[in-house]
């Protein structure tokens, strides 16, 4: 594993944008960068990243099947508790789960280590499926690749074979967001690609659009049911909303599934710890304010609120120096304590890994980067090879 200087593409922006990906920079600053890639070799990939991702997601989905039974798992979630059924019914009921993204530590000298899930509304979904295998293609095209450069990544197929299979063709689903943010749309618009490409009808709807009927249905703005919808807004959100009420009764499906607000919680991390504590792949984790926090409280560690986004409130310590990340008032709901584990550094760039799980397969990998080792909204995402 090493991050390697590679020439721009003197048109890449305007590629971009021709291409729909128009947040390539944020608030003026640079998001996508393709100054340097991060190189890896095929084991790495494959019994590192893809592996690990197997394993745990099959572990995730064990502490679902707890949790989903467990009044006192729930609980230590902070999940509603008017949500406890609702959850439970949709995984009982096997409903289906579209996409994942895991976070990893990893440098490439030991065993990758999970740092959070971003279960249920991951970010960087159109860079790494369509834009970073773009890149590939021109860099190999262009002569400053060799020819037999890859990329761990089918993101973009395995989103649309997973709809397909989600999905009969010439369903009706409708794709939510928040369409005044402009990386929220955009993301959503390639998710209604997707689903087009696997023979859905889409219909776009902003989330702050929806409505209920007088028969407790979720409805668009011309009246029509929604019957399946997409939704780019997180549970923990919705399950605070009025709307939670209307939940179980609306008759909608939803993508993701309400049993993902059990994997999108950082809660979740100390629970998978004690179900296999010493596990290669795990970092020891507890609830703030036990024994147990306070003891890894004494070594270099970081505290994560259960509902945070892009190191949001999040304090590391290294053993050195104290890092903090924005302050957005996340933590109401509570705190978890994790070991710390360096993320990969190349001189003041930190990078952490995202594998991504679509269904219950890996299906591809992605690199941000900041120069502070809690990567924020603003870090910066840089395409990988495998060489």
């Known amino acids: 594993m090493l991050r390697r200087t590679v020439k721009e593409r003197p048109d890449w922006q305007a590629i971009a944008e021709a291409n729909g990906f128009i947040f390539h920079h944020v608030d003026g600053e640079m998001y996508w960068d393709e100054r340097a890639c991060w190189q890896f070799s095929l084991s790495e990939v494959e019994n590192e990243i893809e592996d690990p991702t197997t394993e745990l997601y099959a572990m995730c989905l064990q502490l679902v099947d707890e949790a989903c039974g467990s009044q006192q798992v729930m609980e230590q979630l902070a999940i509603p508790e008017p949500m406890w059924d609702v959850i439970a019914r949709s995984w009982r009921s096997g409903e289906a789960s579209l996409y994942g993204r895991f976070d990893f530590a990893y440098d490439g000298s030991g065993p990758a280590k999970l740092l959070e899930f971003n279960a249920d509304t991951p970010t960087s979904v159109y860079e790494t499926a369509f834009f970073q295998w773009r890149w590939l293609e021109d860099m190999i095209a262009s002569g400053e690749l060799p020819a037999e450069t890859d990329q761990f990544n089918r993101l973009h197929e395995a989103l649309v074979e997973r709809f397909g299979q989600m999905f009969t063709k010439g369903s009706l689903v409708h794709m939510s967001g928040v369409e005044a943010m402009v990386e929220d749309r955009a993301t959503v618009a390639y ?54 009420e209307s939940i179980a009764d609306s008759g909608t499906l939803f993508v993701e599934p309400p049993w993902k607000a059990i994997l999108s919680n950082k809660a979740m991390l100390p629970l998978l710890w004690d179900r296999h504590r010493g596990h290669r792949n ?106």
């Open 191 to 244: 998710f209604e690609d997707l689903a087009g490409q696997a023979g859905l009808e889409t219909r776009f709807i902003d989330v702050e659009q929806i409505q209920i009927n007088e028969n407790g249905q979720f409805v668009d703005n011309d009246g029509y049911h929604i019957a399946a919808i997409f939704k780019l807004y997180p549970w923990e959100d919705i399950m605070r909303e009025d709307v939670a």
């Open 282 to 387: 795990l970092l020891p984790a507890a609830f703030a304010g036990t024994e147990a926090a306070k003891e890894l409280e004494r070594e270099p560690h970081v505290t994560k609120p259960f509902f945070s986004r892009e190191g949001a409130d999040i304090e590391l310590f290294d053993g050195e120096a104290r890092h903090k990340g924005p302050e957005q008032g996340y933590g109401e709901e509570g705190a978890i304590i994790q070991a710390y584990a360096p993320i990969a550094r190349h001189g003041e760039n930190h990078a952490v890994i995202g594998s991504w799980v679509v269904g219950d397969d890996p299906a591809g990998m992605s690199v941000r980067e900041d120069a502070s080792p809690i990567t924020r909204d603003l870090a910066r995402y840089l395409p990988h090879i495998i060489l």
